[in-house]
């Protein structure tokens, strides 16, 4: 599917009834608790980051930058570069670090988790960050498009089929690139809390298989 769809259309899952009575019914819902979790989640990244830049200090980011880009980065931290709509979910979430807290319990561990550990936070927030924390990054195939609405990727490195609600990147992109994305699920709606801003193309789909063969064969 790569139009959108009216209320009064047949519904794309072949049902035989008007998308407003069958699937959108069901959309709905899940746009409803996708707007709330990306608000508790645009509410929680700046207090991640003031925490994480208070406890362990400015450069930091800059470390995390360099690991990020395999130590090959092109230049000092940028906070405009386009590549911080998955670095900075990356650095908060998912990037390890010795923490400079005295006593602390977790010596090698996230922003995001180090956070948890320190702060009475709502459920909502808790659940955001336990989430967040466990979801790794992989390349996914995009499999189908709904501009403006979301998308079913297929994970080359798990090898899974999932749809997410992704309303920004399902309007630039196109069916079989390659996206670097970590997804979360959260009251049964699954989107990305990191998505690349620059997609890869179909060709880097052999190559992920090729890579995870040889994997295989090694273990």
């Not at 899940?30 to 362990?56: N, Q, S």
């Not at 570069?81 to 998912?94: K, T, Y």
Request: glycine share 6%.
């Amino acid at each position: 599917m790569t139009g959108k769809v009216g209320r009064n259309d047949p519904c794309p899952c072949g049902s035989g009834r008007k998308y407003k009575k069958c699937c959108q019914a069901g959309f709905d819902e899940k746009d409803f608790h996708y707007r709330r979790w990306r608000r508790v989640e645009a509410d929680l990244i700046p207090e991640l980051l003031a925490y994480g830049l208070e406890t362990l200090g400015p450069e930091a980011i800059e470390d995390a930058w360099r690991e990020f880009h395999d130590y090959a980065a092109p230049g000092a931290y940028d906070p405009e570069a386009p590549i911080n709509s998955v670095f900075m979910p990356w650095f908060l979430f998912n990037w390890i670090h010795e923490t400079k807290l005295p006593d602390s319990d977790f010596p090698v561990t996230t922003i995001a988790a180090s956070f948890l550990s320190e702060h009475a936070l709502s459920e909502d927030e808790e659940k955001l960050i336990a989430s967040a924390i466990q979801t790794p990054y992989s390349l996914c195939e995009v499999v189908e498009l709904t501009p403006g609405v979301g998308m079913t990727l297929f994970d080359l490195l798990r090898r899974v089929k999932y749809d997410v609600i992704e309303r920004s990147a399902s309007q630039t992109l196109k069916k079989g690139e390659i996206l670097y994305c970590a997804t979360t699920h959260l009251d049964g709606v699954m989107s990305n809390v990191g998505t690349s801003p620059y997609a890869l193309r179909p060709i880097a789909k052999r190559r992920s298989e090729e890579h995870t063969s040889e994997l295989q064969s090694r273990s």
